[in-house]
């Protein structure tokens, strides 16, 4: 099914759908600094191969060299997370430049325009979307994750250790879910659903878009 900026997937639909997808049906390929896993890509039918023929797309990756150069992606932003180890970036073109800390399970949003550089070793976590969409990581750590949405939404939640999840929707309607470790669920929220939450009792990493108004 073809999303189109989010538009076309929801056209004239008002549910929740959501999709399961194991570990063994990720495609993994060679990057510069080591090698990046492809957890989701919308439209799901487009080239994994074509680093610019998507409209979003989550992935982890490997960072195997203690220096290395992120591709540039015009036209994109981008959410990096590390999942295990102190991740260390900057931009040497901006008239700013300097270092970026970042702590194991920090967000941190820059856009793909602008040339970045990585520096130390460890597991990240990406999420690449067009400048159209608005896009936020978060961590979900035995805990609940209220989300509040008045319109349609899309919703990637990679298990980094196996967890139950209970979801509660606005109608009130319980839904519990096994996720393994390594694995993506991906929720559809239509935007009559407009609020749900969702409780997990591991750890979790929650992606979350929407189109710009």
Not at 28 to 53: A, H, K
Not at 81 to 95: A, G, I, N, Q, R
Request: with cysteine; glycine share 4%; charged share 25%.
């Amino acid at each position: 099914m073809k999303m189109g900026i989010l538009q076309d997937y929801f056209k004239m639909n008002r549910y929740v759908e959501k999709k399961y997808i194991v570990k063994e049906e990720y495609v993994s390929t060679e990057w510069t600094g080591g090698i990046t896993t492809e957890l989701y890509r919308s439209p799901v039918e487009n080239d994994p191969s074509n680093n610019q023929s998507f409209d979003f797309r989550l992935s982890t990756a490997s960072i195997s060299k203690k220096n290395s150069d992120f591709t540039k992606l015009a036209g994109y932003n981008r959410i990096i997370m590390s999942l295990d180890k102190p991740l260390v970036l900057d931009h040497p073109e901006t008239s700013k430049a300097k270092k970026i800390h970042l702590k194991p399970l920090e967000a941190y949003f820059f856009s793909g325009d602008i040339e970045t550089r990585s520096y130390g070793l460890c597991q990240d976590i990406n999420l690449i979307y067009k400048k159209e969409i608005n896009a936020k990581m978060v961590v979900i750590k035995n805990s609940d994750v209220k989300i509040i949405t008045d319109k349609d939404s899309i919703h990637l939640i990679y298990a980094i250790k196996s967890s139950k999840i209970t979801i509660n929707y606005k109608n009130k309607s319980v839904e519990d879910l096994m996720i393994y470790s390594g694995d993506t669920v991906v929720l559809e929220i239509g935007m009559t659903i407009n609020y749900f939450s969702i409780h997990a009792n591991s750890l979790l990493i929650l992606s979350e878009l929407s189109k710009n108004q």
